[in-house]
């Protein structure tokens, strides 16, 4: 994704937190490759105990799906439990940090997400956690994109015609979003600032508040992902311009992308991942990469992840890691470039 891509700078306490887990980390590599067998020993002696996997969001969307067609593929190669715990709270950053402060043994996974890993260290003030220190990244698990959706009775039909209405009536257009500071706020804060239009944000609690808001006419328009705009812009009650990403998404064929309207900066993307704390020892990092990449190449995952509108993000260890922190830096100069900040 192309937003323009922030590097988060570390405390003296968060650089002392990490370098004790390094350490640890080093620690437990060593004592592993000191046994015989060396790496292939500490891989075939993982896990051995339950694996926990943390959803920093609640239950039931997207993500938990994901979370828990993941736990159950593991439990099965594993032979050991792998259950999914939700700890929402505060824009997926309570979950987050939870295994950012959790013992680097692979024990405890974190489903990664945009929100508090690329998203939170250009919006919050003070964040606990350093998204590119505190974790070792794993693997990629999906991508799904958004779209710009309007009230029907918005008198435009396409996204020459939705910038030359904006633009006419400036500071009277309303967006919603689940939130400040959320994807959807950003991105939308992004197309305004590209396009040069003054528009208004008006933030509520959570996705299904924000679209309704769009389908009674309290606002004219949001920027959310197509996962959940879809069945609304198939009835009719929402009407989709443009959709973010590479290519037209399968769920909305008829809807252009911003890239063949001519504006590709103007981009969204939500996506899930999964890390471990940071020390981790590479050895079993490789085994729950190898064995989670197995499964995103499966038909069974392949097929679930489209149902929800979304893709499989398959990007292994290194390739994940680049992945998050050009995201990191693209969000974050997109939250400073429109004055996105929380405390």
Known sequence: MKLNEPLWNDSKLMQSRVSRRRVLGGMAAAGALALP??????QADF??????IINPFAPGGNTDIVARLLAAHLTTVWGKPVVVENKAGAGATVGTDYVAKSAPDGHTLLIATLAATAIAPGVYKKLPYNPL????????LTIGYSAIGINPSLPVTNLKELIAYAKEHPGKVFFSSPGTGVSSHLAMENFASVMGLKMVHV???GSSPALTAVMTGEVQMTFDPVSTMAPLIKDGKIRAIAVSGPKRDPQLPDVPTFTELGYPNIQSAAWTGLMAPAGTPAPIIEKIQRDTQAF?????????????????LDLPTTQFADFVRKETESWGEIARRVGAKLD
Do not use: C
């Open 37 to 42: 067998g060396g790496g292939a020993f500490a």
């Open 47 to 52: 896990p051995t105990n339950t694996v926990r």
């Open 133 to 140: 220190k505190d974790f070792v990244s794993i693997s990629g």
């Open 203 to 205: 933030p509520y609690r």
């Open 296 to 312: 995103l190449h499966s038909t069974e995952f392949k097929t679930k992840v489209a149902a929800m509108a979304n893709e499989v």
